[in-house]
């Protein structure tokens, strides 16, 4: 006959182990739970992270476009003003543009990639810059036909520098929105 203590203690043991493996399975399952969440956590801070960064550089890029559409068109204003000839206007173009560390590519895809919510404010922007670029043709016309008197040409001009300046600032403050979206 068996005694009752060897009973007592394989019951015992059965039910020590059972709690001890209870609890490992629930250590093992809360600790796999906040280990998804902190990679949860982690993955949204970095992509926050990069959603903020791509929108400053976004931004930055929008500032220094519209500054160079605007420092394009100075020196043609002048020519339309008489002040300069229009080879001292290319002159100046080349010798600006070989300054300039502008990425045109860099902000369409920006755009195109992560912030497809832009694009209209883009095009205006785009639109402004076109307008700009057919009254400067208009008056290269005129001039290399010997029209050098280009004076009707600088209140469309400083029209579309006013509108540049709108579309500028609304493509600036969407691009502000956008950090608050997030």
């Known amino acids: 006959m068996v005694p009752a203590e060897i009973y007592i203690a394989i019951v015992t043991a059965v039910i ?99 912030f497809l919510k832009l694009r ?8 402004v810059r076109d307008k700009m670029n057919e009254i400067m043709a208009l008056h290269r016309a005129e001039y290399t036909q010997g029209c050098l008197d280009g004076r009707k040409f600088v209140k469309p001009m400083l029209a579309a520098l006013e509108l540049l300046d709108k579309a500028g600032e609304r493509f600036r403050n969407e691009i502000i929105a956008q950090e608050k979206v997030v």
Not at 72 to 95: F, R, W
Not at 120 to 127: P, R, T
């Open 16 to 114: 020590t182990a059972t709690v001890t493996l209870l609890a490992v399975f629930l250590t093992n399952r809360d600790n796999t739970n906040r280990l998804l969440l902190q990679l949860e956590h982690e993955r949204n801070t970095k992509r926050d992270t990069l959603h903020r960064e791509k929108l400053e550089e976004l931004y930055m890029l929008a500032v220094k476009y519209t500054k160079a559409l605007g420092s394009h068109c100075l020196p043609y204003m002048s020519v339309m003003e008489g002040k300069l000839d229009y080879n001292q206007a290319l002159d100046l173009t080349i010798e600006s543009g070989n300054k300039e560390t502008f990425d045109f590519d860099r902000l369409q895809m920006l755009i195109n990639v992560y």
């Open 120 to 127: 209209e404010s883009f095009k205006q922007l785009i639109d």
